[in-house]
């Protein structure tokens, strides 16, 4: 008499599924916090981008820093950061003259900061 079982036991179903749920509590995390660091490194590239234009702009304008806020839709002064990036550029007052400015992106709880009175440094915090 042969036997015409095909197909997995219930433990079988279960085992898989086990494994999958391990495999998925490791995985997310990771996959959250790659995306976050992408967030911040788009953040930390555009005040960058932001830093050569203003020397640009200052350059051209006798050493005047521009300053107000900047979207993808709303340019600064031909300035445009990357998609879901806004940067607010603010001038410091005094001689020399200069700017800080700071990044959020709308994805991320992390702002990054930089200027011509931090000497470049970028911090995101």
């Known amino acids: 008499m042969y036997s015409n079982k095909k197909g997995f036991t219930l433990i079988e179903l279960l085992i898989v599924v086990v494994i999958i749920g391990i495999l998925a509590a490791i995985a997310i995390p990771k996959f959250a916090s790659t995306k976050d660091k992408a967030y911040v490194a788009a953040m930390k590239s555009d005040l960058r981008n932001l830093a050569t234009y ?30 879901n990036v806004s940067i607010t550029v603010t001038n410091v007052a005094g001689p020399p003259s ?10 991320s709880a992390k702002t990054c900061d930089n200027g011509v009175t931090a000497q470049g440094v970028i911090t995101c915090t």
């Open 54 to 83: 203003e020397e640009q702009y200052a350059a051209d304008n006798n050493g005047a820093y521009f300053g107000g806020s900047a979207t993808m839709a709303t340019p600064l002064q031909g300035f445009s950061p990357s998609q």
């Open 98 to 107: 200069s700017w800080t400015a700071t990044a959020t992106h709308s994805q």
